[in-house]
């Protein structure tokens, strides 16, 4: 019922030139794919001619972060409008490496989830916990900080529509999966919290994903549990056959 979906996050990585070629590749590779939803989130100066590259195509387009302004003097910044002209269907929000490196906090992700969603734009919304939160035991209360902030401003209306990402941050680009059974207990804690807001029917629509080190090895192993509905890929996205592998995870 929930239709898995598999997410690449490109990072800081690719030029327009380079962008073309891996596009062209993997436009190829999953032609006519149709049993996994397929987005790529590449760097805004290659949004337009990715948009242009997949039109009529199974991939659909996200951005990797957003401004929560409409318009105005925020030099640097860019707004769900602009993403919305572009053609994204899709945005990642608080992903760690802006909460880390950016300092943005959890307030911020929540009003960069109500912009996007005012402009028809799905967030999917990363949450997870460090190495040392999870070593110290608080690995539930972190993640819960953080959905409780969306929970502030996410309408039960608009709930079915939007992702969550469960990324525990030592599994991100380290190597270091989190195991299958740990990803799907977080999940399944996420998902309890969201059925305690809004309703189990809600929650059942929701789709909740895992990121941190996904590659073609441990797809089918994350696939298999209850929970999880998807990935959040970086490294292996950056290569069309890996991430052609992921998107064909049931093959
Ligand atoms: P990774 O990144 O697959 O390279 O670990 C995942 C992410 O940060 O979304």
């Not at 659909?60 to 269907?89: K, P």
């Not at 939007?162 to 680009?173: K, L, N, T």
């Not at 309703?199 to 941190?212: D, F, M, V």
């Amino acid at each position: 019922m929930r239709k898995p979906l598999i997410t690449g996050n490109w990072k800081m990585n690719k030029t327009i030139t380079e962008s073309i070629s891996l596009i062209k590749e993997l436009v190829d590779f999953v032609k006519g794919y149709q049993e996994t939803e397929i987005v790529i989130c590449p760097p805004y100066t290659s949004l337009w001619v990715t948009k242009e590259l997949i039109q009529d195509t199974n991939i659909l387009l996200g951005a990797q972060n957003m401004y929560f302004q409409d318009e105005g003097a925020y030099t640097g910044e860019i707004s769900a409008s602009m993403l919305q002209n572009i053609g994204c269907d899709y945005v990642i929000v608080g992903h760690s490496e802006r909460r880390e490196y950016f300092h943005e906090s959890s307030q911020e992700v929540a009003w960069k989830v109500r912009q996007a969603l005012s402009f028809g734009i799905k967030p999917i919304i990363c949450v997870g916990e460090k190495l040392e939160e999870r070593e110290s035991g608080s690995a539930r209360e972190v993640v819960k900080e953080e959905i409780e902030a969306i929970f502030e401003v996410l309408k039960s209306q608009d709930a079915p529509g939007v992702v969550f990402a469960y990324e525990p941050i030592w599994a991100i680009g380290t190597g270091k999966s989190a195991t299958s059974k740990d990803a799907n207990d977080m999940i399944q804690y996420i998902r309890n919290l969201l059925k305690e807001k809004y309703s189990e029917k809600i929650a059942e629509q929701i789709r909740i994903l895992y990121g941190g080190s996904v590659k073609p090895e441990n797809i089918k192993e994350l696939m298999a549990e209850s929970d999880i509905d998807g990935a959040l890929v970086g490294g292996a996205s950056l290569k069309a056959l890996a991430f052609s592998q992921l998107v064909k995870f049931r093959e």
